[in-house]
């Protein structure tokens, strides 16, 4: 096989991998508003943005970058929802992709085919994230946890991009202007949901430890702007006057810290064990994808045991912080396990710890026993990596496209007649209205035959009527 066809392999892998993303945006255009998208949307009507900011925030939520970013949406109508998806996917892929490389840079990785390779790790990530989370539908196709859980992730790869810049030392940490860019990010990155923000403050506390260890200080500069950044965010959030209200709502019963702190252990190990059990068919597809890229690595001439297993725990213990960063809110507010949405953030975590350390594992394991050509490694590679995308890509295709899409379209086309009727009788002068109920989806209500239920209040509020009752 020449040289061309070889690279070809490579090509072929990252078009399958990016085609099988075609399906996830494909049913987004099937999405529609549901309950708190018509409470945020009607609030969004009958105010400007400063009103609706500073309501909501005393009256709700402390989750500042959400209020920032769901009054535009609203303003734009539900319309916008079906092209939201395919925008959040790609606005994720390209950063996260441009991460994977300057990781590739960082551990001296071979400059030919850098790019391709960086995008069939990051979208086989991306995949298998989509794919192993309990809450597929809440992330991505339900506009407030897309907000919530997705467009943080999101911010997260550019604050690592960033990051990892400066590490290779193509980008200087010492300007006022990028210092200040690199705050803003953080700060407002840091204003979505509890679960993620202190997720992220972690992820700082981590990385100042790191840079003091390493005596970097450029990249302690810009891990203590991020550190003191999403403290002010995580201030902002929790003292917001409106999370009484919730903490109302919700029956909320403060629990002793060392309680909380056990628990939020507690639900850390069972989302690991979780994550490996519920997913076979996936981690064998994220596991073997790791394994074909492996090959293209070069030995490690240190084959000490130390050397092996140092970098795993560290990554490991970094991992198990940030996932119990996570669970902490939730223990602490409903002394409860993280909900599905939220297993969202632990399960993007875990992908990437996975897939680096099952590379690592296979090149330091290959260096220790086995010598072989390079050259025969890498085209290994580039024909089990097309192998493994193929059957990412049909998994993907049988398991969750089409089992969904008809269902999926179903929704929507009851969703627009519904719409329709309300609107038609609202133009016709009728100010309570009976419509069919659709049900609930992961959770996630529809309207009751009771005018006074939360959801139909919202629904009333957002097409300015006085009562909607489902039947």
Same mark, same amino acid.
């Given at each position: 096989m020449?040289?061309?066809?070889?690279?070809?392999?490579f090509?072929?892998a990252?078009v399958i991998l990016?085609?099988?993303?075609?399906?996830?945006?494909?049913?987004?255009i099937f999405t529609r508003?549901m309950?708190d998208?018509?409470c945020?949307?009607?609030?969004? =009507?009958?105010?400007n943005h400063?009103?609706?900011?500073?309501?909501m925030?005393y009256?709700?939520t402390g989750?500042?970058?959400?209020?920032?970013?769901s009054y535009?949406l609203?303003?734009?109508?539900?319309? +916008?929802? =079906?092209?939201?998806?395919?925008?959040t996917?790609?606005?994720?892929?390209v950063?996260?992709t441009?991460t994977?490389?300057?990781?590739?840079q960082?551990?001296?990785?071979n400059?030919?085919?850098?790019?391709?390779?960086?995008?069939?790790?990051s979208?086989?990530i991306?995949?298998?994230?989509?794919?192993?989370?309990?809450?597929?539908f809440? #992330?991505l196709?339900w506009?407030d946890g897309?907000?919530?859980?997705?467009?943080?992730? +999101?911010?997260?790869?550019m604050?690592?991009?960033?990051?990892?810049?400066v590490?290779n030392?193509?980008m200087?940490?010492n300007h006022?202007?990028t210092?200040?860019?690199?705050?803003?990010?953080c700060?407002?990155?840091?204003?979505?949901?509890e679960?993620?923000?202190?997720t992220?403050?972690?992820f700082?506390g981590?990385?100042?430890?790191i840079?003091?260890?390493?005596k970097?200080?450029?990249?302690? =500069?810009l891990?203590?702007?991020?550190?003191i950044?999403?403290?002010?965010?995580? +201030?902002i959030e929790a003292?917001a006057?409106?999370?009484q209200v919730r903490a109302?709502?919700?029956?909320y019963m403060?629990?002793?810290i060392m309680r909380?702190?056990f628990?939020?252990?507690?639900?850390t190990i069972? #989302?690991f064990?979780r994550?490996?059990i519920?997913n076979?068919l996936?981690?064998l597809?994220?596991?073997?994808s790791?394994?074909?890229v492996?090959l293209?690595?070069p030995?490690t001439?240190?084959?000490s045991?130390?050397?092996?297993v140092?970098p795993?725990?560290?990554?490991?213990?970094?991992?198990f912080i940030?996932?119990t960063?996570c669970?902490?809110p939730?223990a602490?507010?409903?002394n409860?396990?993280?909900d599905?949405?939220?297993l969202f953030?632990?399960?993007?975590?875990?992908?990437g710890?996975?897939f680096?350390?099952i590379?690592?594992l296979?090149v330091?394991?290959?260096?220790?026993?086995? +010598?072989k050509?390079?050259?025969?490694?890498?085209?290994t590679s580039?024909?089990?990596l097309?192998l493994f995308s193929?059957? &990412?890509?049909l998994a993907? &295709?049988?398991?969750i496209?089409?089992?969904n899409?008809s269902y999926?379209?179903d929704?929507?086309n009851?969703?627009?007649?519904r719409e329709?009727?309300?609107?038609d009788?609202?133009?016709?002068?009728?100010?309570e209205? #009976?419509?069919n109920?659709?049900e609930?989806?992961?959770?996630i209500?529809d309207?009751s035959a009771q005018?006074?239920f939360?959801v139909n209040s919202?629904m009333?509020?957002?097409?300015?009527?006085?009562a909607?009752i489902?039947?």
């Open positions: 020449t040289k061309e066809k070889d690279n070809l392999l090509l072929a990252a990016c085609s099988a993303l075609l399906f996830f945006a494909h049913l987004g508003y309950a998208d018509y945020v949307a009607g609030a969004a =009507k009958n105010s400063f009103e609706f900011v500073k309501g925030y009256s709700w989750r500042f970058s959400y209020l920032l970013f535009p609203s303003r734009l109508g539900p319309s +916008v929802l =079906k092209i939201l998806p395919a925008f996917i790609l606005i994720w892929s950063p996260l441009l994977i490389r300057a990781v590739l960082s551990v001296g990785a400059k030919k085919n850098l790019t391709i390779l960086s995008v069939i790790i979208t086989t991306i995949l298998t994230s989509f794919s192993m989370t309990p809450g597929l809440q #992330v196709y506009r897309l907000l919530n859980y997705l467009f943080p992730i +999101v911010g997260l790869s604050i690592t991009f960033i990051l990892l810049e590490f030392d193509r200087k940490a006022p202007l210092l200040f860019l690199f705050f803003t990010l700060f407002f990155n840091s204003g979505f949901a679960a993620y923000t202190t992220q403050f972690c700082f981590l990385l100042v430890l840079s003091i260890f390493f970097r200080q450029d990249l302690l =500069k891990s203590l702007i991020g550190l950044a999403t403290g002010i965010g995580l +201030v003292f006057p409106g999370n109302e709502s919700i029956d403060p629990q002793p909380v702190f628990l939020s252990i507690r639900n069972h #989302v064990g994550h490996v519920f076979p996936w981690m597809l994220l596991g073997g790791a394994i074909a492996s293209i690595f030995d001439t240190d084959t045991i130390k050397k092996g140092t795993l725990l560290f990554s490991f213990s970094g991992v940030l996932i960063a669970c902490f939730v602490y507010m409903l409860a396990f993280p599905d949405r939220i953030i632990p399960t993007v975590v875990l992908n710890f996975l680096y350390s590379t690592y296979c330091f394991l290959r260096s220790l026993f086995f +010598v050509d390079n050259r025969d490694m890498i085209k580039r024909t089990t097309l193929i059957c &990412l890509f993907i &295709l049988s398991t496209y089409l089992k899409l999926y379209k929704y929507a009851r969703w627009d007649r329709n009727k309300i609107i009788a609202k133009t016709n002068g009728f100010t209205v #009976v419509v109920g659709l609930s989806r992961e959770y209500s309207i005018a006074t939360w919202c009333a509020n957002y097409y300015d009527l006085e909607i489902g039947k």
